[in-house]
């Protein structure tokens, strides 16, 4: 098992009792690539750092649209998965792991226990529920203003940027769900890009042909 | 000048010397209706508190559509005046007094000496912030899963309920900008509204007709 310190940013403002209490609750947990956390759990499981993987939070509409908010990459900490001890956080999410997915769960109980004791612990969860305040507005900005082909090229992007490769193994569908638009508007985009020799699309696959014309959509 | 404890919800967790320096360093501020505070300012001016009026704090795109995020009233806080302190908040906001609007203002060089000294204080940003994230949240849903005609109504429903008056001094622009939509769509739902008996228009009015009417579009 990792480094405590590493895991929980507050574990050198903790007491010896404080660790023993977390070392003895956390456990570790595997999500394979597309498995929902459990509905109602979601708000109260405890705090969750990523060990390896991702896991995505989105909102839900009755008609079913998805809106992904923001991703939760390896040694990050998934916040929202304790909200359930943040009395200002008075909206629910989803969360789902974008790929197979292990993480540590510190239960709501045992951090609810800590949390009570050491006002470093509660501090930790409020700054880190702003910090995805920041993600959400970064979301919410580009949702209302950028415009759809510059939504899909940001995507395509960022997502080569981080995988360190120009082909992406990633749906239209998929990619709907992450931007928060409809399937069939991603494809439209994709599909000119495609005559622009910008990119070239296999079943599931998408080839980055031209990265200098992709940065142009930008 | 009204009580500290009501204005300041840590007030009862500071020292005296604390509360010494606050009692020292706030002043107040009056904004016309329409007043935009100067924008380089709005991240740092400090913690504001609403005496008298409304703030609304709102973002703006390149293209200059206004989204409003929430608006603050009598008595609440104003956080994201304050939102220098607080580095987990990466994103600029714009604030504007909706009437003619008294402010308390903590200046944000205090606020950043009594947070240093005491958690509580610093505890209590990140709260509120927090708190913010649910409204934008909120706010967030409204604007991707309902329909423009809903949040229309619903803006009336509130404002009727609000301001206890079934008269509203406000003109479509007003509302097109407070639900995040354009002027000529607003327009549209309440001539279809006025069609339905449900309003009545007059220049920079809206007469609610039939309340059961109103709230059937929710």
Redesign the interface.
Known sequence: MKNYVNLFPFWSNLTDAEKDLIKNAVYTEKYNKGMLMHRTEDSCKGLMTILTGQLRTY?L???G?E?TLFRVNAEEVCVLSASCL?D????DVLIEATEDTEVLVLPSATLNQVMQQN??V??FL?????????D???T??Q???LKIDQRVAQFLWDEMIQKNTMTLSITHDEIAKLI?SAREVVTKVLKYMVKENTLELKRGTIIILDKEKLRSYL
């Open positions: 909102i509409s009755e008609e649209r809106v943040m200002t956080i008075t909206f006002s470093h509660e501090l409020y700054k880190s529920a702003t910090e995805k305040f920041s959400v507005m970064w919410m900005q949702i209302l203003f928060g």
